[in-house]
């Protein structure tokens, strides 16, 4: 997929507009470590705070924002990453 850029717009709406709470968090440091540091970045670690082992691309499905999606996917998140309660 071609490289999506992740943009401060991206950032400032999980921050600001997106659900409240822990997913809230963990998508937007996500997003930002893969926009100023990616090389630091595991895009496939999961979300250890729940107990739910979610990935980003779980919390960016759960946006309905293709473009955070596609970021993500661009920059190789798992498509078939399961979670707790799938696996």
Known sequence: PQLIPITEEMIRFVKEQWQTGYPRAY???MLRLLKDKPSKADINAK?????EKMTALHYAAMTGRDDI???LLARGAQVDALDNDHG
Not at 47 to 51: A, K, L, M, W
């Open 27 to 29: 998508l937007a440091d």
């Open 47 to 51: 979300d250890s705070s729940t107990g």
């Open 69 to 71: 999606v596609q970021a």
